[in-house]
């Protein structure tokens, strides 16, 4: 290599740092302090999968839409010296999102002996976590932030009306389900479904002044830990299921544009997506409607998993900067 391309490097180096003659420049000082504020408004659109295994062969599905679910909340972070703790709250509003479809596979051959569609309704949503990260500022323009998180999601539904297409026998084998069978129509709330998540995992955002007022965003999130406690309460058949399961993941991205509006202020929109699956566990029931009930072990297990879409628009304000 000849001094000219030596030259020649040294140029473009000098290019891409802005003129500066240090590789350590590229790190700019983070600020003390600063505390921000993000109220959130968004719509959440997807579907949540209960199964219900036997040996591994899937007896049941049930299908719970969120077409969509409307949520509202706000953030706040602390930064010192770059290091950065966030904790968010985000509530749903109920209302109708869909609905509940259940088919069961009793022949053990694949084929949908029972099937059930009812109108699926948000009874409750509430998602809340913590998240610990460190921000580096790049050459001023951009910030990566990597970061670990805790994150806990309560979900209700209820199963209101439709009907049921059952086959005639009581026992196996069954005549295989379809869509011109006699309906046995259904009122009022014939089940209620609720699940509470823990997930722990980590991430990185990244962010990239494109203008003076414009922004974008990147946001990549992997749990290799989630817990999901499930209760699905069976009204018309006074029995109550318990599925406690572990070992799935969570799988997440989000893209984001800002446009600042004044020096501490600016509005953001966000597009991401959530994968939550491979979840299975223990499953347990009892009567409901007496007194005293204990749950019982059963033979099957269960399992859940959730494609989830959503689209948030937010306020981000500095509130203090040191």
């Known amino acids: ?3 000219r391309q030596l030259s020649s490097i040294f140029a473009v180096l000098l290019f891409f740092l802005g003129g ?47 077409k969509p679910l409307f949520y509202a909340g706000m953030s706040a972070s602390v930064t010192v010296f770059g290091a950065d703790i966030s904790a968010s709250l985000t509530l749903g509003l109920p209302g109708y999102s869909g609905v509940m479809e259940d088919f069961d596979y009793m022949n053990y051959d694949s084929a949908v002996t029972h099937y059930s569609i009812s109108a699926a309704k948000i009874l409750s949503w509430l998602q809340t976590g913590v998240s610990l990260g ?15 998180e805790f994150r806990y999601r309560l979900v209700r539904w209820g199963a209101y009306d439709g009907y049921v297409q059952y086959p005639p026998e009581r026992e196996a084998p069954y005549t295989e389900w379809s869509q011109e069978g006699d309906k046995q129509f259904l009122t009022g709330c014939v089940i209620t479904y609720r699940q509470e998540y823990l997930f722990t995992g980590f991430g990185i955002s990244a962010s990239a002044r494109i203008s003076r007022r414009f922004s974008a965003s990147l946001l990549f999130r992997f749990s290799p830990l989630v817990w999901c406690t499930a209760l699905d309460d069976h009204i018309l058949r006074r029995t109550e299921f318990l599925d406690v399961m572990s070992g799935g993941y969570t799988l997440g991205g989000e893209i984001g544009v800002l446009f600042s509006l004044t020096e501490r202020n600016a509005l953001r929109l966000g597009c991401g997506y959530e994968y939550t699956g491979k979840l299975r566990g223990r499953s347990y029931s009892r009567q409901t409607g007496t007194v005293s009930s204990e749950y019982s072990s059963l033979a099957t297990n269960g399992g859940t998993e959730s494609s989830l879409f959503s689209v948030t628009l937010s306020m981000t304000s500095r509130i203090l900067s040191l």
């Open 1 to 3: 290599m000849n001094h």
């Open 20 to 66: 500066r003659s240090y590789a350590a420049d590229i790190l700019t000082k983070p600020e003390p302090f600063t505390l921000t504020l993000e109220p959130v408004f968004g719509v959440t659109a997807g579907s949540v999968d209960e199964y219900v295994y036997d040996n591994g062969y899937m007896l049941s599905r049930l299908i719970w839409d969120l």
């Open 134 to 148: 460190y921000r580096l500022n790049l050459l001023d323009r951009f910030t990566l932030t990597p970061f670990w």
